[in-house]
């Protein structure tokens, strides 16, 4: 998963950039990129850690130009290492720089083409430096001096052609414009803004969520559609065309219950509202399976995401809601931390409870979402420790069955605790004295809303199994497995990458730090 920006402006965009990706930054906090232009030259700044610490003032001040888009990341594929940081660079045609969420789920397939067919070199095993190579090929065949909208479109229709799986992009053609494009299913967010510039001229900006938008004075013009491409010319003029064949929303339901911030609209849907109604939800599906005479003594949340849905739950069992755990928040999501023990010590240091919310008491815990079981099973300890005389758990999401194939860096289907096992298996694994969980249906009516007709289905293959592309087989659920385990990771990260990408750089030359 990983968030990224792109802003045409009148002015330089440096600045708006950073407190962009500043507001991104739940959606990456392994690394981060920003790249922008001027003059036709080009300025980038990319390097591992968050964006507070990848980008110092003599990085800022290198940072020219009124164009530039910028990325936040997560490991989903190839590695975590700082050359795979984005933006990625292609000189030719024109020098296109692209930032990308998402995961290209025939990468392979692609890459032996470009490199067979095509006769492009990549340097890393990212399958966004495919999906840019597969983008600057099919501009280059346009074999135009200067690109104009058409041949941009053009080239987004011959990337729907290629590409499958999830891709929400931002692309920056040197000294011609902005674009900014999504996958036919719209499995990634992507949306854009507007404002007026001093000058009264409009600017631009493309983000992964609204609160990007909004922080920085920007007003939402509207959601890219899936299979929609916009592009902002060099003259600041924007034109916005279909693309793909069959395009469709389709959008992955996870960003609804986890990676969004609550303050986003996504497709028109307020996640805010969205986590309220899965509270909703789950409060009716408590009292229906264990009954209003439950002992229930108090509803504390998981802190932050599950905080929404846990309060409305609370007020619908007509039950108090306090904090419990105080949260670090210098500590980055687990679910993703590679290592068991990584992932358990990260726990303990992320939450402290509050003891006098537990002494006593039955406590009903509500999480976003159990993936390994790793956190709950520690979070449940420590409730007991702090002194609860029992301890319900209660996930706004369904058990999470199956692996992520659009970017999220969910594990392998082994190391998933709902995977092959009934809800009171999980239940002792994570030592609760009842568990319950979220029902599917239910999760797609608390996103639905009649305002916004058009998004009806969502991806909820983490938890049916069903992959929207339609290009997932037993085979590449295989080949996923062996490569997102654990200790496949452990193997894969034990050696020393030598690279040269987290000193600042001029594409046309050094730009001293």
């Known amino acids: 998963m990983c968030g990224v920006v792109g802003i045409a402006g009148k002015s330089p965009v440096n600045q708006m950039l950073f407190d962009a990706l500043t507001m991104l930054q739940h959606r990456g906090q392994d690394a981060a990129g920003i790249v922008t232009c001027h003059n036709g030259r080009l300025f980038l700044r990319k390097d591992n850690g968050m964006v507070r610490d990848v980008f110092h003032t003599r990085h800022m001040r290198a940072l020219l130009g009124n164009y530039g888009i910028g990325h936040v990341r997560y490991p989903t594929a190839g590695s975590a290492s700082s050359a795979e940081a984005q933006p990625f660079y292609v000189n030719s045609p024109y020098g296109i720089t692209l930032a990308h969420n998402g995961n290209l789920t025939n990468a392979a397939d692609i890459h032996d083409d470009l490199f067979k067919t095509d006769l492009r070199h990549m340097n890393t095993d990212s399958d966004s430096e495919v999906l840019l190579n597969v983008f600057a090929h099919e501009l280059q065949k346009c074999g135009t001096l200067v690109?104009?909208?058409?041949?941009?479109?053009?080239?987004?229709?011959?990337?729907?052609?290629?590409?499958?799986?999830?891709?929400?992009?931002?692309?920056?053609?040197?000294?011609?414009?902005?674009?900014?494009?999504?996958?036919?299913?719209?499995?990634?967010?992507?949306?854009?803004?507007?404002?007026?510039?001093?000058?009264?001229?409009?600017?631009?900006?493309?983000?992964?969520?609204s609160v990007a938008i909004t922080a920085l004075g920007f007003k939402v013009e509207r959601d890219v559609e899936p299979g929609e491409a916009i592009y902002i010319d060099a003259e600041g003029k924007l034109f916005s065309r279909q693309c793909a064949a069959e395009p469709r929303y389709r959008p992955c339901i996870f960003e609804y219950v986890y990676f969004a911030r609550p303050d986003a609209t996504i497709d028109g849907i307020s996640v805010y509202k969205a986590r309220l109604k899965m509270g909703e939800k789950l409060a009716h599906r408590i009292l229906r399976e264990w009954g209003e005479d439950h002992d229930i003594d108090v509803v504390i949340p998981i802190p932050d995401t599950s905080r929404t849905s846990a309060l409305e739950l609370a007020n619908i069992l007509g039950v108090k809601f306090r904090e419990g755990f105080m949260k670090n928040r210098y500590i980055g999501r687990t679910f993703i931390m590679p290592g068991q023990q990584q992932r358990k010590k990260s726990v303990r240091h992320k939450l402290n409870p509050v003891e006098l919310e537990f002494k006593d008491k039955n406590v009903l815990l509500v999480d976003d979402s159990i993936v390994r079981g790793t956190t709950c099973n520690e979070i449940i300890q420590m409730a007991r420790d702090a002194g609860a005389k029992k301890v319900y758990f209660a996930s706004a999401a369904p058990m999470v069955k199956y692996p992520n194939v659009y970017g999220i860096d969910m594990p392998a289907k082994a190391e998933l605790i709902a995977s092959n096992r009934s809800v009171s298996e999980i239940e002792a694994i994570i030592g609760a004295d009842r568990l319950i969980f979220q029902d599917l249906e239910e999760l797609k009516a608390a996103v639905r809303t009649r305002k916004v007709p058009v998004v009806t289905e969502f991806d909820c293959s983490v938890f049916d199994g069903s992959y929207v592309t339609g290009d997932i087989d037993a085979d590449y659920l295989e080949r996923l497995e062996q490569s997102r385990s654990d200790t496949a990771k452990e193997k894969k990260d034990g050696y020393i990458d030598v690279n040269v990408d987290n000193a600042s750089v001029d594409l046309s030359g050094i730009v001293e730090e």
């Not at 040197?174 to 967010?189: A, E, K, Q, S």
């Open 147 to 209: 690109p104009t909208p058409d041949d941009i479109f053009h080239t987004v229709k011959r990337v729907h052609e290629r590409c499958k799986g999830a891709y929400a992009v931002v692309a920056m053609v040197t000294g011609h414009g902005l674009v900014g494009f999504r996958d036919p299913n719209g499995i990634r967010p992507l949306i854009f803004g507007s404002r007026l510039a001093d000058n009264g001229e409009k600017e631009y900006i493309i983000a992964s969520e």
